[in-house]
């Protein structure tokens, strides 16, 4: 069983950047797929990005394609999200989640879920 800690969020203006970072503690880091999830306002999250176990494949949602990227380093248990050219509608709260599956876009197929960081875009 792993915990997860998001941390990185904050008020940022449109264009600029944030990067998030998700540590996990309690568990064998490198034996799970990695998720970050963003929720708006409203019931669903919605995928952002996914990494595989040791990091050398990764997938976006297509709202962040080309903007954001995600990266791992097991040996400090984190996995980042560097997040660019950021847009109002990326304003959320970002979770990471982790999983045994990767490549799932799909919420109910991560296990374990950090408690969010805060993204706020301003003009």
């Known amino acids: 069983q792993v915990q997860l800690v998001e941390s990185g969020g904050g008020l940022v203006q449109v264009g600029g950047s944030l990067r998030l970072s998700c540590e996990g503690s309690?568990?064998?880091?490198?034996?799970?797929?990695i998720a970050w999830f963003r929720q708006a306002p409203g019931p669903e999250r919605e995928f952002v990005a996914g990494?595989?176990?040791?990091?050398?494949?990764?997938l976006y949602g297509d709202p962040v394609k080309d903007r954001f990227t995600i990266s791992r380093d097991n040996a400090k248990n984190t996995v980042f999200l560097q997040m660019n050219s950021l847009r109002f509608e990326d304003a959320a709260v970002y979770y990471c989640?982790?999983?045994?599956?990767?490549?799932?876009?799909?919420?109910?197929?991560?296990?374990?879920w950090g408690q969010g960081t805060q993204v706020t875009v301003s003009s």
């Open positions: 990494i595989s176990w040791a990091g050398g494949t990764q």
């Open positions: 989640a982790a999983g045994n599956t990767y490549g799932s876009r799909w919420a109910h197929h991560y296990d374990y």
């Open positions: 309690g568990g064998t880091f490198s034996n799970y797929a």
